[in-house]
């Protein structure tokens, strides 16, 4: 393949980039042999540390495996890497777009919100309901300013994952509000008809406090897939 040489800074991250990307958009297909450190290293005018350093993070990463004769082979991404990778996939300059990624974690933040609500209220305490009852109601008096709306409706979700006691969805959560999987800017239409609905949020709380799990799944769904932009996809499963 082409090399070029690249920037001198913080090259081993450059380098996984370069080598992601290429894995990503297909350039390096599943199966094939990764090119060997010596003529990496030379291709693109760096050391072999760094390329080394860059192996080991494609490697940590799930994208290639590493065998102990040295040889190292590129995975197919689609069923070996994790959720982290969602950053990468969405940085890379070819394979899944962005707002491909960043419609894609709107489906997952309904359905991970959706289950969460059910089981916060299977789970929670009375003290807890409570909480998400009194939250809903400061979210219903705050605004008009959207930052602020935007703030206390993030902790009052925040307080119904807590409630659900699944920590796999919490630190989903945390990746989701942190920006560390992204999420496109939600057109302004959607984002109101989800975060202005006080009645919907109030409706939800009073499911969560009642135990009325299956409304409060069925009511938080239809509530985060609002923000969730309609395209048509074919059904050809994940895109390749």
């Not at 800017?185 to 009325?212: M, Q, S, T, W, Y």
Request: charge should be negative; glycine fraction near 8%.
């Amino acid at each position: 393949m082409a090399e070029g040489h690249i920037r001198r800074e913080a090259v081993s991250d450059q380098l996984f980039a370069v080598l992601r990307d290429r894995i990503l958009g297909g350039e390096l297909p599943a199966g094939a042999a990764l090119t060997p450190e010596r003529e990496l290293a030379a291709g693109f005018g760096v050391n072999r540390h760094a390329v080394r350093e860059a192996v080991k993070r494609l490697q940590q990463a799930r994208l290639v495996e590493v065998s102990h004769g040295g040889r190292t082979q590129v995975l197919d991404w689609r069923r070996t890497a994790g959720l982290d990778l969602a950053v990468g996939i969405a940085a890379a300059d070819t394979g899944p777009t962005v707002q491909d990624i960043a419609r894609d974690a709107l489906e997952m933040r309904a359905c991970i919100g959706a289950d969460a609500a059910r089981l916060c209220a299977l789970r929670c305490s009375a003290r807890t309901a409570a909480e998400i009852t009194a939250a809903a109601e400061r979210h219903a008096h705050t605004g008009p300013d959207l930052t602020e709306l935007d703030g206390t409706y993030v902790a009052w979700w925040r307080l119904i994952i807590e409630g659900s006691g699944n920590i796999a969805y919490l630190l989903a959560f945390n990746s989701l509000v942190d920006g560390m999987i992204p999420v496109a800017d939600v057109p302004a239409d959607l984002g109101a008809a989800e975060i202005l609905d006080v009645e919907a949020h109030r409706r939800l709380a009073a499911h969560i406090a009642a135990r009325e799990a299956g409304a409060a799944e069925e009511l938080a769904r239809e509530l985060l897939t609002r923000s969730v932009p309609s395209a048509p996809r074919g059904c050809e499963g994940v895109r390749r």
